[in-house]
């Protein structure tokens, strides 16, 4: 590619880019006001509108709006926008088109260290929960990799995805023992199953401060993250410490996939397609990989959260088997492609 190529390639970006940013953030919007107005009593538009803007606390409707719709709706935007993330941000470490937290261990990491502490310290705090799963996240991670460094042949995509599975089966079988010997399986069902319907405004509250913490320092190490996903050598040659950046990285996945397990559960597959859906759109330069991840993982969980108080309506199916659907298929697609690794 000449000079005047890539002038045209990056100047498509710089265009693109900012579009799908804005297109995407319109249509969350939307499907926010629809999220709300959609469920078991079904609320106007205009009533959504009204208990946005002028909240009156005598309205049932703008109560159930404020602390119950309002609050899961855009839970469901910021869960679906760290795992997004979290997702590309391993992609491009690992260079791994098979990484996402749902696959590495990761979530179940987490989950396993949130049994232990309802087993234990049954009383704990949301803000507990979230720290245990941040711990849990890092033990599920450091298993994977260790299991996988010590495979023959190295670290391929298919090693390490075949190891995190065979982790997360693991941690998964060790949490449900825990979960019925203390008789906290009830609790747990709700993260196995990944689901909004208990997120309140600490909840939000927690996300955000995660979510900016995390995507903050995902940005500032994008543009390094887009020099490492073309190889060890090439970011070395120009300079860079890719153990920083890897270790940074992590700390990234940790604090996003952390504190969204915590509050929404075992949701998967959306940190394994999104990314892929993103490079599609935008190209590989992680600057706009990230953000984009984050404007469609929040768009995806938003539709999905409704999908699955559609799909058997008056009940409602768990979010999680709705991502599923949507990213077995695509899990199973990638790992034909990668087969050659094994």
Do not use: C
């Amino acid at each position: 590619m000449n000079h005047s190529e890539q002038h045209k390639t990056k100047r498509k970006t710089s265009l693109k880019g900012p579009f799908v940013l804005v297109l995407g953030i319109i249509f969350i919007i939307f499907f926010i006001g629809v999220s709300i107005a959609y469920g078991a009593a079904d609320i106007k538009l205009t009533t959504v509108w009204e208990a946005v803007t002028h909240y009156n606390s005598k309205l049932a409707s703008h109560q159930i709006i404020q602390e119950i719709r309002l609050p899961r709706a855009i839970g469901a935007v910021l869960v679906g926008a760290l795992l997004a993330v979290s997702g590309a941000v391993m992609q491009g470490l690992t260079r791994n088109p098979l990484a996402s937290p749902s696959i590495m261990g990761v979530t179940d990491g987490a989950a396993f260290a949130i049994v232990i502490t309802l087993s234990f310290f049954p009383t704990v705090t949301l803000l507990g929960l979230t720290f245990s799963s941040l711990v849990g996240a890092g033990l599920g991670v450091a298993l994977v990799f260790t299991i996988g460094a010590f495979s023959k042949g190295g670290l391929t995509p298919v090693k390490l995805a075949l190891a995190g599975v065979a982790v997360g089966s693991m941690l998964s079988a060790i949490s449900s023992a825990f979960a019925l010997h203390f008789q906290v399986a009830k609790d747990m069902s709700f993260w196995y199953a990944g689901g909004l319907t208990s997120i309140s405004w600490t909840s939000i509250k927690i996300l955000s401060i995660a979510g900016l913490i995390g995507l903050l320092l995902a940005m500032l190490i994008s543009r390094s993250i887009t020099i490492l996903s073309l190889g060890e050598e090439v970011s070395k040659g120009l300079g860079q410490n890719p153990l920083l950046i890897k270790l940074l990285g992590v700390i990234v996945v940790l604090v996003l996939t952390g504190a969204a397990v915590s509050v929404a559960g075992a949701v998967g597959f959306i940190g394994l397609v999104i990314p892929h859906i993103s490079r599609f759109i935008i190209g590989s330069d992680y600057r706009w990989i990230i953000p984009i991840s984050a404007v469609l993982g929040g768009l995806l969980l938003v539709l999905a959260d409704i999908a699955s108080r559609m799909v058997n309506a008056p009940y409602e199916t768990p979010v999680g088997a709705i991502t599923a659907i949507i990213g077995v298929p695509f899990f199973l697609y990638l790992a034909r492609g990668e087969r050659r690794g094994l």
